[in-house]
């Protein structure tokens, strides 16, 4: 089977920089992708990590380390528009090859 | 990227009716999927529809209960069939793009209350 693990909740100050863990476990691994959702809105696709590394884009980079099967969102001079749900997501093992997320994480950006 | 329409946006449901939601896409996609999401929780796929054939359920979910139909490459449809108040949850439907990105556009969703 495949499990993600995300803290629930985060909360940052405005211009700070924050970390948004992800590990998971998955029989097979393509790659490790997140989402942004804002309350009453749809998921976003924010970014997709298949090799080890970090992936910038703009004020949000992602980080993948397969050998530890983990991951994480770093978001760089937060903004309160930046105050949604973050869920990281990878494909199943199976031949179903659908996209699981895991719980979210809640970031609260304060002023 | 793909630009996604669900109708309608929400809806109050009497117990034991049912309900369809649809699903337009701008382009020609291969695979559509549904999921379902309780309000601060994460997002469960009920089902994806592709087109020419039957869906493809998830462990949980069954076609009684949600029937699908995907006529075309740009448009789907769900029912939930028989509500109850536990259905009362947010519908989305999702399309992919891009090969090995994990890229997937949603709609903006359903908001379904069933009293």
């Known amino acids: 089977g495949q499990s993600l693990e995300q803290p629930s909740e985060v909360t940052a100050v405005e211009g700070a920089i924050v970390q948004i863990n992800c590990t998971y476990q998955?029989?097979?691994?393509?790659?490790l992708s997140w989402y942004q959702q804002h309350d009453g809105g749809a998921p976003t696709f924010l970014s997709y990590?298949?090799?080890?590394g970090l992936e910038e884009t703009g004020r949000f980079s992602s980080f993948l380390s397969r050998s530890d099967s983990y991951g994480y969102l770093l978001l760089q001079e937060l903004q309160m528009k930046d105050s949604a749900s973050y869920f990281c997501?990878?494909?199943?093992?199976?031949?179903?090859?659908?996209?699981?997320f895991g719980s979210g994480t809640r970031l609260l950006v304060r002023p | 990227s793909a630009v996604i329409s669900q109708k309608p946006s929400r809806d109050i449901c009497q117990r034991g009716t049912s309900l369809t939601i649809q699903c337009q896409v701008d382009?020609?996609?291969?695979?559509m999927f549904w999921y379902r999401q309780q309000p601060g929780q994460s997002l469960t796929l009920i089902a994806t529809?592709?087109?020419?054939?039957?869906?493809?359920?998830e462990s949980g979910f069954v076609i009684d209960k949600f029937p699908i139909s995907r006529p075309n490459l740009t448009f789907s449809t769900l029912t939930v069939s028989n509500m109850s108040p536990e259905d009362s949850s947010i519908y989305l439907c999702?399309?992919?793009?891009?090969?090995?990105?994990?890229?997937?556009?949603f709609g903006p969703g359903t908001r379904l209350t069933v009293l």
């Open positions: 999702s399309v992919e793009e891009g090969i090995n990105t994990d890229t997937q556009y």
């Open positions: 382009s020609q996609v291969t695979m």
């Open positions: 990590n298949a090799l080890d």
């Open positions: 997501a990878v494909r199943s093992g199976d031949s179903s090859y659908k996209l699981i």
């Open positions: 529809a592709n087109q020419g054939s039957e869906a493809t359920y």
């Open positions: 998955t029989s097979g691994f393509y790659g």
